[in-house]
């Protein structure tokens, strides 16, 4: 059987294209190729190549629209035994191509060329191109002429039009040799023979019979001539007389051969053109061909040679004759059955050709499968010859058919957009209709895919085409690997191994093999690198960034979301960067990955390889790092592998579809499943911009980084270093706090920082924070406490911490940018410092409560100092020092009413506390002429101290806070809005505005301060405003407002002196040393006088009255048993006095026992106003109101 | 019973959804492959013939050496029962196809069945299986 035969093979003149000497194949193909621009040469053409020598047998020769055609063989091909039965079999003419450069010498060329045209016995004209030769050559050869043509050399047209002059040249030497055979055979009857024809002599009937049929053989054998000689009229003219005498004399092999060459001529004739009356005289003739090809079998010969080549010839002519998609049918019907005539083929290459032009045919018709289907079959029969061209013929063959069994490598698959867009969309969509993705599993043959690519393995490898051989092992390893057995799989590892071993280091191989890689998550920016977009336009330029607005979802922002789901996510020149990826191994062999690393098709990212080894069935999370090295967008659509010796290029998305196939049931296995990974959603690619350097700070807490562990209410200094990591300076730089407990950040100082900028890369610049600890939470100790006993620790993981956010730019002109849009402002960044502290719990405070204590005064020589006034200590004490810290009572005031706040508070931890209270004290200028040295001090009393687990109270007195005057101002808020009601204030406390109240309180309250220290460097205020609050509330009253009239007592030093002429008393009092240490002797006339002063603004009117008791409380004055004597006035007194100014009112008394006796003045106010009823807190407006001084103890010395 | 049987349900897209081979002949791998290899090929004149006609069972439609492919088109075109076979029992493979269609809109109707995946229920291999040994 021949290859690539039609219909019109018949009228085709071949040609056998022999190199002589050497010839580089790339240079043959080039001179093939220029001959066969020449395949069809016009007998108009060569009429001037043409001499009539004897009159032409081909009288119809078409000269004007005929041609010749010329079948090029390169290579010759042995002379066929079924010459004489089809002329177009013999091989006509030789044409030898020399190229001179590698032939010098051209009469060796002339001898090869000879012996070489020696075994072309048919051969009626040959010719040997010499191409490029020499100039010496050129010389030589034109001497030498015969058959050797030299082409002199000169551009491609110029030898194409001299090739072309000399295939005319050879068509018209074929045409006179044709004319001269014609002529020749014609009387003779040239003896035609077949391999079909009867070798064994004949018996005298039989000759007679071969006699007949030899005429018209002959017949036959002239009109293949005519029709090779390009005149179908005068071919159909002999072939109809061959036709007749061959259906005389029953040569069917004969008569069908004619027929094939009448079909020939006919079509010929019409030049090509095909309406349905030629196509059906054609089909019906052929029809008529194969049959008489079918009755032509004679079973005698058949184990010999048999007809049954031809019958399949015409088959397939017929088919490819009719190759069209409207008659689908009847073409498959011919190949079907050409097809099952192959069994029938005793030759195995005949089995090939055959099989090789269904599948061809199939193709041309457009069924893909099918001629994939007969492909492999060629295949099957090249790998049955067990050599190596047979099997690189298998593998081509194969890799042809990997298109229609979908197993194609991904270097030829470039062109199946389909499926590339399919894939794309469904990395974006994410979500994707069933239909879809079932279109990306399409004719999943598995069983056939496998078989494909086992095959393509095995001829590659016999092939010795190494890198085949790995693609076809990687693809069947990664698509199939469950399907494979693990002994089959460690069979296609050290395929790969011994594969790459053949391959020069650094192969890339199209196809991937394992392991399979899918992303696992694009880590974003660490907070403490996070990237802000700066808004030029604003001073706060990171606001902008955030979701203006006060809603969280907004609904006009919705279409603008959708339009850019994917995140986006900036990376910095030079600054490295990780992405997550989790490789796969599912299969039964360690696999040591050499080197993995992203693949950036953009080329602006400097990415870091890693080698991961991974044990059988196992999948690992890997992190892939790289550094983005120029501006722009970059993509990663997978990652770059070497692995098994080849490097590969590991497609993300390629796995995607795999694992989307996975879910829906359409592949076998999911690898990461089967590896024990979890499933993972689907992560998206964000949109990756690369930004010009931006500057980096970097934080560090001076002193640790640890949590700081501090006691509740403790304040702390703590020292932020922050240095510039990047390439560009910080220009701009803000402080801000976040997250809870920002109250308890004092102080940033953030003028610090703003002072260092720009801040130059590598400059450092330490930000001092004054921290206090918040209050701890009492459901963490709780919760701690029964976690364990370590339980203090815990509490610096939850998210009570403060974060110090900076947000920092660099400098906002871009480097040669002038193309100012928005997006060119480099965008700026926010570093976040979480402030970690571990609050524990410090002294809990238990209760506050109000004491009052009451010393009595002593009765003096001096008038007691106003109460405020504490600058001369009058008790013994050791330092001068320590007095200061005192509470320090005048004994002649005394100290009646004085309150004390009484805090008691609990160490519950394992340290020691000290607290230490002070007060502090404002200035009133307006007391000077009353105080007159009033300072604004502070008060601090002496350090208390509280063991772990102890408790202990805290005094603090509230002495220094009375007003110096009882005015309306307390009160006026109240009067004003009752002002009807004002006469009478029944409940006037309750009726105070709380507001009001509160202010005073609170006024009091910040001016107690109480500090701790702990240790050396640990100190702190206690938070305790609350409780004192509480503790105040009810009497706040009794410690901010004085008294409305003071009294006091004291020994008149002036008793003697005439101008006291309020004194009643005898003058002969004596004022005794010892008065002046505050006793006074008995028997004697002790003159005294009772100061009493008005606090308010208003004129009082009182009746004074001045009682004196002895030690048991009786009144000593009075009565029958009186002990003291006196004069004087001693009740009832009457007297007036003035706004905030004081009365004397002088008695003389004369102890008559010694001892100790108690002098108390009292008052009853006259014609109260509002205020002093406030202040007594009456019920009812016609109450009297009666003041009371304190006791004053008098001290009697003396003998009874 | 047939020697040789093998029997394909394609679901669309050509995704083969169900195999089995149910022929009586010894199984040999190669053979099985061969089987595959000729219904894989037959699907594309299944394409062109399936259009011509209203018939389901579009009979034998392919052979390759003694092996004849019969195939019986759903009426969504897409879904294509495929049988190679060597007997010539036409009434036995139609009705073997009609009974397997049948079972196969049994199994659509499973609401657990996601149409065009695999079957992978035994119960409808048994019962092809069954349905082959009875008509084939």
Not at chain 1, 333 to 347: M, N, P, V
Request: charged letters at 20%; aromatic letters at 8%.
């Amino acid at each position: 059987m021949e290859p690539d035969v039609s219909i019109e093979t018949s009228s085709m003149i071949r040609v056998a294209v022999l190199p002589i000497g050497h010839v580089p194949p790339v240079l043959l193909r080039d001179y093939h190729s220029m001959l066969l621009r020449h395949q069809t040469i016009p007998l108009s053409a060569i009429s001037s190549f043409y001499t009539e020598h004897q009159k032409s047998p081909f009288s119809n020769q078409p000269w004007d629209s005929g041609s010749l055609r010329f079948k090029f063989i390169v290579g010759g091909a042995p002379p066929s035994p079924w010459e004489d039965f089809q002329s177009n079999r013999k091989t006509l003419a030789v044409i030898g191509i020399c190229h001179c450069p590698s032939s010098p010498d051209l009469d060796s060329v002339i001898d090869q060329f000879d012996s070489a045209r020696r075994a072309y016995a048919s051969a009626l004209v040959d010719r040997c191109f010499a191409f490029c030769p020499g100039d010496s050559q050129l010389e030589d050869g034109s001497k030498k002429g015969g058959n050797l043509m030299l082409f002199p050399p000169a551009d491609r047209a110029t030898q194409e039009f001299h090739l072309q002059t000399m295939m005319q040249d050879i068509a018209a030497s074929l045409l006179m040799e044709f004319e001269k055979w014609v002529l020749k055979a014609e009387p003779a009857g040239t003896i035609v023979k077949t391999p079909l024809d009867s070798q064994a002599t004949l018996n005298s009937e039989e000759v007679i019979k071969a006699k007949k049929r030899r005429l018209g053989r002959a017949q036959k054998t002239m009109g293949d001539y005519c029709l090779l000689a390009g005149s179908p009229v005068d071919a159909n003219a002999h072939y109809t007389t061959a036709l007749e005498l061959a259906r005389l004399t029953g040569d069917f092999f004969w008569y069908a051969g004619a027929l094939e060459g009448n079909v020939c001529a006919l079509l010929i004739d019409r030049m090509g053109e095909k309406d349905s009356a030629v196509e059906d005289e054609v089909r019906f003739r052929y029809s008529s061909v194969i049959s008489h090809y079918r009755k032509s079998f004679i079973q005698e010969h058949a184990q010999r040679v048999s007809p049954l080549t031809f019958e399949l010839e015409a088959t397939l002519k017929m088919a490819r004759f009719l190759c069209r998609r409207e008659l689908a049918k009847e073409v498959v019907g011919y190949l079907t059955s050409a097809a099952d005539g192959a069994k029938s083929l005793i030759d195995a290459s005949d089995r090939l050709v055959l099989y090789v032009e269904i599948a061809r045919l199939y193709g041309t018709l457009g069924y893909q499968r099918k001629a994939a289907f007969f492909s492999r079959q060629v295949a099957q029969l090249y790998l049955q010859q067990d050599n190596r061209l047979a099997a690189i013929s298998a593998m081509q063959v194969l890799a042809m058919t990997t298109r229609a069994y979908r197993v194609q490598s991904r270097a030829s698959a470039e062109d199946s957009p389909s499926k590339k867009e399919i894939g794309s969309s469904l990395a974006e969509g994410g979500k994707m209709l069933h239909q879809s993705v079932v279109s990306l599993f399409e004719s999943q043959w598995s069983t056939l895919q496998m078989v494909v690519l086992r095959e393509i393995l095995l001829s590659a490898v016999r092939a010795g085409d190494p890198l085949a051989a790995w693609g076809a092992a990687a693809r069947l390893l990664r698509s199939y690997y469950p399907l494979i057995t693990p002994a089959g799989q460690n069979g296609l590892a050290s395929a790969l191994s011994n594969s790459a071993d053949r391959l020069p280091s650094g192969t890339r191989c199209a196809d991937p093999a394992l392991p399979f890689i899918r992303l696992y998550s694009f880590p974003m920016h660490p907070s403490q690198m996070d990237i802000v977009k700066r808004n030029p336009a604003r001073e706060d330029w990171w606001a902008g960034a955030a979701n203006t607005g006060p809603f969280i979802y907004t609904p006009f922002s919705k279409g603008d979301a959708n339009t850019n789901t994917k995140q986006e996510l900036i990376w910095i020149v030079g600054e490295p960067v990780q992405i997550l990826v989790e490789l796969a191994n599912p299969c039964g062999f360690d696999l040591r990955v050499d080197s993995i690393y992203l693949a950036v098709p953009s080329g602006n990212f400097d990415a870091f390889p890693v080698t991961v080894n991974l044990p059988p069935n196992s999948s690992k999370v890997v992190t892939l790092s790289g550094i983005p090295t120029s501006v722009g967008m970059v993509t990663i659509p997978g990652c770059t592998v070497h692995c098994f010796g080849v490097i590969t290029e590991h497609l993300f998305k390629d796995v995607d579809n795999l694992l989307l196939g996975a879910t829906q049931g359409l592949v076998l296995s999911d690898p990461f499943r089967c590896c024990g990974s979890a499933r993972l959603k689907n992560i998206s690619v964000p949109n990756i911009s690369v930004v010009p350097p931006l500057p980096l700070l970097v934080s560090r807490v001076v002193g640790g980084d640890g949590a700081i562990i501090l006691h509740e209410g403790e304040i702390h200094d703590l020292w932020i270093s922050l240095a510039n990591a990047g390439t560009v300076p910080v220009e701009q730089a803000h402080v801000s706090l976040s997250g809870k407990n920002q109250d308890s950040v004092i102080s940033i100082a953030s003028e610090t920082l703003n002072s260092a900028l720009p801040l130059r890369p590598g400059a450092e610049v330490t930000l001092p924070v004054t921290l206090r600890a918040w209050r701890h939470v009492l459901a963490d100790a709780d919760t701690a406490g029964r976690s364990g006993s370590g339980g203090t620790v815990r509490h610096s993981k939850d998210g009570s911490n403060p974060t110090l956010l900076i947000h920092y730019a660099g400098p906002l002109t871009n480097i040669g940018d002038p193309a100012t849009n928005k997006s060119a402002v480099p965008p700026g960044r926010r570093l976040v410092v979480p402030l970690q502290i571990c609050v524990l719990q410090g002294l809990s405070f238990v209760k506050a409560r109000l004491l009052s204590m009451e010393i009595p005064a002593q009765v003096g020589e001096n008038l007691p100092k106003p109460v405020h006034i504490e600058d001369s200590p009058t008790e013994a004490l050791s330092s001068p020092t320590k007095m200061d810290r005192l509470v320090k009572i005048d004994p002649f005031r005394g100290s009646w009413g004085l309150r004390f706040l009484e805090l008691e508070l609990s160490n519950p931890t394992d340290v020691v506390f000290e607290i230490t209270v002070s007060v502090q004290l404002e200035n009133f200028s307006h007391d000077h002429r009353l105080s007159g040295d009033r300072d604004a001090a502070e008060y601090g009393y002496p350090k208390t101290r509280i063991d772990r687990d102890c408790s202990a109270r805290v005094l603090i007195p509230l002495e220094h806070f009375k007003l110096p005057v009882l005015d309306d101002s307390f009160f006026v808020k109240d009067n004003l809005p009752d002002g009807a009601n004002s006469g009478r204030n029944s409940s006037f406390s309750e009726r105070n505005t709380k507001a009001e109240l509160n202010a005073s309180i609170k006024n009091l309250i910040s001016k107690i301060k109480v500090r701790w220290q702990s240790g050396r460097n640990s100190s702190g205020e206690l938070n305790i405003k609350d409780a004192i609050q509480a503790a105040l509330q009810t009497s706040v009253m009794d410690v901010l407002l004085p008294d409305p009239l003071t009294f006091c007592f004291r020994l008149s030093r002036y008793a003697l002196e005439p101008e006291n002429s309020s004194s009643h008393n005898s003058p002969n009092v004596q004022v005794h040393s010892a008065a002046a240490k505050g006793s006074v002797l008995a028997h004697e006339m002790t003159p005294m006088e009772v100061v009493v002063r008005n606090n308010t603004k208003e004129k009082i009117k009182m009746s004074l009255s001045i009682t004196c008791r002895d030690v048991a409380g009786e009144n000593c004055v009075e009565g029958t048993k009186a002990t003291v004597l006196c004069s004087g006035v001693l009740s009832g007194i009457n007297v007036e006095v003035p706004s905030l100014q004081e009365i004397k009112h002088s008695f003389s008394l004369y102890f008559l026992v010694p001892g100790e006796y108690t002098l108390v003045a009292a008052s009853v106010i006259d014609d109260a106003n509002d205020i002093l009823r406030a202040r007594a807190r009456t019920k009812s407006s016609d109450e009297p109101i009666f003041c009371r001084g304190p006791p004053y103890h008098v001290r009697v010395v003396g003998t009874a | 019973m047939a020697t040789t049987a093998c029997f394909v349900i394609v679901s669309r897209n050509d995704i083969p959804i169900y195999e089995a081979e149910v022929g009586s002949a010894a199984k040999r791998e190669d053979a099985a492959q061969l089987h595959q290899f000729i219904l894989h090929a037959a699907l594309d004149i299944v394409q062109d013939l399936a259009w011509t006609t209203s018939a389901m069972y579009l009979k034998a439609i392919d052979r390759f050496n003694d092996l004849v492919v019969s195939v019986y088109v759903t009426a969504d075109i897409h879904t294509r029962l495929m049988l190679l076979h060597d007997s010539r029992n036409d009434d036995g493979i139609k009705s073997f196809f009609q009974e397997v269609h049948e079972l196969y809109i049994k199994t659509l109707l499973n609401p657990l069945y996601l149409p065009g995946s695999r079957i992978t229920s035994s119960h409808f291999d048994t019962k092809v299986r069954a349905l082959a040994r009875k008509y084939l």
